[in-house]
């Protein structure tokens, strides 16, 4: 990961700017440049000459962050992969693509879930959110709601059947709203949460 800010020195301003340019590979589009001492080109024979003084800073980009980010993680999991991004609104999408992306996701996608929670941090690392991270592979995050949708419908049938609360697996915020979501307008059963976390959970009843 290139550095984020760099004090360079040159016989002129525009010399130590372009130097601190060229260790951070940017443009001044990409930093803020702080004058930190213009310099002098001294009296006869140079004498009180000093160098110009400039401090460089990269502006933070928190596409580029996440992305990096992402990268030194999978390739600390061994993974090779590419990483695809789009923006809409409020919401960064960014979908992994590569080979053994399982391990990625993890068990009932408990590393995905945790991989995004921590590019949510990075993204939004001065405490004002500018966005919210949305992390997939292989369209689990479609997939696992699909499920979940599914498996909400069943139990309301049972419990209506039954007429006795189901509790639902310890599942993440997410899933846990997807399941409110869908039977929110069922007008037979209702829907709460029970549990700390990582073990709260889901319950349905009837009305």
């Known amino acids: 990961m290139n550095p ?5 020195s040159g016989k002129t301003t525009e010399e130590a700017i372009s130097a601190a340019l060229k260790v951070l590979d940017a443009t001044e589009e990409d ?25 460089v800073t990269r502006k933070f980009d928190p596409i580029q ?7 030194e ?27 053994n992306m399982g ?26 959110p500018e966005f919210s991270v949305i992390l997939d592979t292989e369209n689990y995050r479609r997939r696992r709601r699909e499920t979940l949708e599914s498996l909400a419908q069943n139990l309301a049938r049972k419990v209506k059947a039954i007429r006795k609360p189901v509790s639902l697996e310890p599942m993440s915020r997410y899933e846990r709203h997807i399941i409110h979501t869908v039977l929110q307008h069922d007008r037979a059963v209702r829907t709460y949460s029970e549990g700390n976390e990582p073990f709260r959970h889901v319950v349905i009843a009837t009305k």
């Open 4 to 8: 984020e800010r760099i004090e360079k």
């Open 31 to 55: 930093v803020t440049i702080e004058i930190l001492d213009p310099g002098a080109k001294g009296g006869l024979f140079g004498l009180g000459a000093r160098p110009a003084l400039v401090a």
């Open 65 to 71: 962050a996440a992305k990096e980010f992402l990268r």
């Open 73 to 99: 993680v999978t390739l600390a999991m061994g993974l090779s992969v590419t990483i695809e991004t789009t923006r809409k609104e409020k919401y960064l999408n960014i979908n992994v693509v590569g080979e």
């Open 103 to 128: 391990i990625l996701i993890g068990k009932r996608g408990a590393t995905l879930d945790a991989l995004q929670y921590l590019t949510n941090l990075v993204v939004n690392r001065c405490g004002v």
